[in-house]
């Protein structure tokens, strides 16, 4: 292992004596293992995380939206249903009572429950799944709709700004550092031509339509738990950009990374689709937990988000092949632009239905009213 894991996790007040430390998880930005402890014959595991401050610049501020969000959703259903409050993420202190502890190297980490007896998916199979983890996110919104507290801090400012993602893809490409520019026409050709798509929502948002609120930003369908057996929604985790932004953009991600059976990085397109009835279930579960408090721009751009955010991705990953690969973690030559054509891929399967998804969005809030 590339850490001293074993030294780093003695530093939290974990339950029981380490037993075993390895690698777990396949997070693009992160380093995470699994630590598993003993005590009177019993297991009980962590999850242990090297927090990436390139990308993170503040993981105090990072680790107090995250105590405030977990503390007030465990707080919210120990009322309601403690047994679901004891199976949610929660932040391990360190021995000092920090949430986060900071190696000599400089490095940030904290640890988390391990949640037992729960599962994710990278893509979705059947459609009871797709629902129920649409419902998760749209019930993670409604849980903190009523965070106290102000704000959150923004843990990666812009995050989805589509317009500024599309200015440093604009830099990257007149720098060109990798002279990669040349194998990508196509690539860029259809950046170019969908770049109109960038401010709609944000011209919605400064017109007051569409509102701030508490979100996910990051809501891979893989970023969901159900539980193992039942297969119902246990909680949501990875929430290291749980911040200030749009209900949308936690929808749109669900589109990206659940309608289609391929892989984020298939490099088989004709794998790539946007599945009409997986792209049902995802609004029908969302709109369970949501329809009682999203306005109606939200509603309306329900279908155009799932584009948006397949095309901010696609224009993230294509900057950072074009940029050399310095963002997200590579397992191979390319890789980033195969993930970036999938994308692309799937922008076009979604333009090629989005009259049928609107019609589809609009019947479904309708049946709710
Ligand atoms: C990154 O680390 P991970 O896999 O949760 C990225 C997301 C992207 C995603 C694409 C902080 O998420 O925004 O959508 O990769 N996270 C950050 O797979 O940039
Ligand atoms: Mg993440």
Redesign the pocket.
């Known amino acids: 292992m590339e850490h001293d894991v074993e030294s780093i996790a003695a530093n939290f007040t974990l339950d029981g004596l380490l037993t075993k430390a390895e690698p777990f998880g396949g997070?693009?930005?992160n380093d995470t293992y699994s630590l598993t402890c003993q005590k009177d014959g019993r297991a009980k595991r962590y999850v242990l995380q090297r927090i990436n401050h390139e990308?993170f610049k503040n993981p105090p501020a990072m680790m107090e939206n995250i105590r405030r969000v977990t503390e007030h959703i465990r707080r919210k259903l120990q009322g309601t249903d403690a047994e679901l409050a004891a199976r949610q993420l929660e932040v391990i202190q360190t021995a000092g009572g920090d949430d986060w502890f900071k190696d000599p190297h400089g490095n940030y980490w904290r640890v988390y429950n391990r949640i037992e007896n729960a599962v994710t998916y990278d893509t979705l199979e059947s459609l009871e799944l797709a629902h129920e983890a649409a419902r998760m996110f749209g019930w993670f919104q409604r849980m903190l709709t009523d965070l106290p507290g102000g704000p959150l801090h923004e843990t990666?400012v812009d995050f989805h700004t589509t317009p500024k993602r599309l200015e440093t893809f604009g830099q990257v490409l007149r720098h060109d550092p990798c002279n990669r520019v040349k194998d990508v026409k196509a690539e860029i050709d259809f950046v170019l031509e969908n770049a109109h798509i960038c401010d709609v929502l944000l011209n919605c948002a400064s017109k007051g339509e569409i509102p701030i609120r508490v979100t996910h930003n990051?809501t891979?369908i893989n970023n969901v738990m159900l539980d193992a057996e039942t297969h119902k929604g246990v909680c949501v985790i990875?929430l290291?950009?749980v911040m200030p932004g749009l209900s949308l953009y936690d929808f749109g991600?669900m589109v990206r990374t659940a309608t289609s059976p391929a892989d984020?990085d298939e490099r088989d397109l004709s794998k790539v689709t946007m599945r009409m009835p997986m792209f049902e279930m995802l609004v029908k579960g969302f709109a369970a937990e949501t329809h009682t408090f999203l306005t109606a721009a939200e509603k309306k751009y329900l279908a155009f988000s799932g584009k948006l955010i397949t095309f901010e991705?696609m224009i993230r990953f294509l900057g950072d092949h074009l940029a050399g690969d310095t963002y997200?973690k590579i397992h191979r030559i390319g890789h980033n632009l195969d993930r970036a054509r999938t994308q692309m891929e799937l922008v076009r399967s979604i333009i090629a239905q989005e009259d049928a998804a609107n019609a589809l969005v609009d019947s479904v809030f309708a049946e709710l009213s």
């Open positions: 997070g693009h930005i990308v990666i990051d891979k990875d290291d950009t991600d984020e991705q997200y």
